[in-house]
């Protein structure tokens, strides 16, 4: 079993910053495969960054050059950094687990993320 604990969301004005944590236990944290999700209201979640066990990492192309996503497997965390945010990245962001060789998924219980003037 492995829980995921999002922390670090908040209100903030367009061209703002935050920075979104995510902390793993009860699992080999290397090994997994690891995502940010967002679901706005009325609107499916999307995947917005992830990083696979081995460092590679992937972005929506509406977050490229603004998001990054970072793990550090020695405490058992991946960030993700999110910079001249905009409206429409207002959502409930999830932190979410898997490993190539298995079909389970873990999630977060969700972090909001409200970015308004």
Avoid: H
Wanted: net charge positive; glycine share 12%.
């Amino acid at each position: 079993q492995v829980q995921l604990v999002e922390s670090g969301g908040g209100s903030v004005q367009p061209g703002g910053s935050l920075r979104l944590s995510c902390a793993a236990s009860g699992t080999i944290f290397s090994t997994y495969n690891m995502g940010w999700y967002r679901q706005a209201p009325g609107k499916q979640r999307e995947l917005v960054a992830s990083i696979t066990s081995g460092g590679r990492t992937n972005y929506v192309d509406s977050v490229k050059g603004r998001f990054t996503i970072s793990r550090d497997n020695a405490k058992n965390t991946i960030n993700l950094q999110m910079i001249n945010l905009k409206p429409d990245d207002t959502a409930v962001y999830y932190c979410r687990a898997d490993r190539a060789w298995s079909s389970i998924a873990y999630w977060g219980q969700g972090t909001q993320v409200t970015v308004s003037s």
